[in-house]
């Protein structure tokens, strides 16, 4: 097949790990004998540095014609001065706006060789297996902001539409799996979670019976994700909680670097990025986790191309690289004397393709 990926490699290590993405998917396309076109666009703090805006027009326009986009990551603290005008995360906002990517994915697999990576005990983590699927564009993050001398206001708006695409989104998926729903809301404080409870009750009573539905308090999720894991199968939130969450839920899988995620809107074209950041307390160095990015780079594979299979091939490569202990430092832990560098890691998955 033919398609166009625009890649926005962003910052810090960014580059690092689309680097090692771009040979991925240029290794499938040789083996399946598909036509790739990869564009490379600068964007987040390197599009400031060159042009001074995160999104250029050129960068924007590429992505709305690509079938995909693949990002690495954004920002630093070369642009995050806090009375900077212009900011990278502006860019990330507007590019997920533009792309209406209102669904964000967010898988966590607990790899057995990584039961020890993870800062709980390995019995608590066997067997993990979860999605989030976080609300992207709407919410606190993108509701009116007003600044006065002695006070700040952030409004957090959500419609009754947005609320239930997002749920047919998560209730579809779980039809896809164990068939189990949990919806993340503060219901007792927010009237937007009130919104947020009565919508998801009546779209999956009339819609989906066949998965069984779970509210739960965003305190209380919270706490359960990290005492009984094991009993999530798709969990679905608004904006902001969805943010915080995940990056918990990232700690079961032992590293930030080793989990990818896909936004999604109404087409098949997608937003693909692992969940962490540009890392810029390791960047330059060659030692970032390039996992996340290469499953990321899966999930374009199945999401936005229709390639299953190749996108099954990257996922074992990258589990058969992990289960013979090709290991960044950040996953190394005490082996961490044999750890491996971002290029050494991409090479086994490669070897394993
Ligand atoms: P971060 O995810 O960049 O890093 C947090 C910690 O995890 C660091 O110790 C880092 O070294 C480690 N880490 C992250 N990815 C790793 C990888 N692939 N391999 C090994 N270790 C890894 O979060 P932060 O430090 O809070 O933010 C740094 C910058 O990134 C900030 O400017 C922030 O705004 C930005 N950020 C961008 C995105 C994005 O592009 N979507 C997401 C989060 C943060």
Request: include cysteine.
């Amino acid at each position: 097949m033919k398609a166009h990926i625009a890649v926005l490699p962003g910052d810090g290590i960014g580059p690092e790990v689309t680097a090692e993405a771009v040979r991925a998917l240029r290794a499938l396309e040789k083996r399946h004998g598909h036509t790739f076109t990869l564009t490379e666009l600068p964007f987040g703090g390197a599009a400031i540095d060159l042009t001074g805006n995160p999104l250029p027009e050129p960068t924007l326009e590429t992505c709305l014609r690509a079938d995909a986009v693949l990002l690495g990551a954004i920002g630093g603290p070369k642009w995050s001065a806090p009375e900077a005008k212009v900011r990278p995360e502006q860019g990330l906002l507007g590019l997920r706006r533009a792309l209406g990517v209102y669904a964000n994915l967010r898988p966590v697999k607990v790899h057995p060789a990584l039961l020890g990576a993870s800062s709980l005990k390995s019995e608590v983590l066997q067997g993990v297996d979860l999605i989030f699927v976080r609300e992207l564009t709407g919410g606190i993050y993108f509701g009116e902001k007003r600044r006065e001398a002695d006070s700040a206001t952030d409004v957090c708006t959500y419609t009754v539409a947005e609320i239930e695409r997002i749920v047919r989104c998560a209730a579809r998926l779980a039809q896809q799996r164990r068939r189990k729903l949990v919806s993340i809301d503060k219901s007792n404080v927010l009237e937007t979670s009130r919104l947020w409870r009565q919508v998801t009750s009546r779209v999956m009573r009339e819609e989906f019976p066949d998965v069984s539905l779970e509210h739960m308090l965003v305190d209380a999720a919270a706490m359960h994700l990290i005492r009984r894991p094991r009993d999530f199968d798709v969990l679905v939130t608004e904006n902001m909680f969805g943010d915080i969450l995940t990056d918990e839920a990232s700690m079961l899988a032992g590293s930030l670097g080793l989990l990818p995620s896909a936004s999604l809107g109404e087409g098949t074209r997608g937003l693909y990025e692992p969940i962490h950041g540009s890392a810029p307390d390791i960047a330059g160095r060659g030692i970032a986790n390039p996992y996340g990015t290469l499953l990321s780079a899966a999930l374009l594979l199945r999401h936005s191309l229709g390639l299953t299979a190749e996108a099954d091939a990257l996922e074992a490569a990258v589990s058969a690289a992990i289960s013979a202990g090709a290991l960044t430092p950040d996953v190394a832990g005490a082996a961490a004397a044999g750890a491996v560098s971002t290029r050494e890691a991409a090479e086994a998955v490669l070897a394993r393709l």
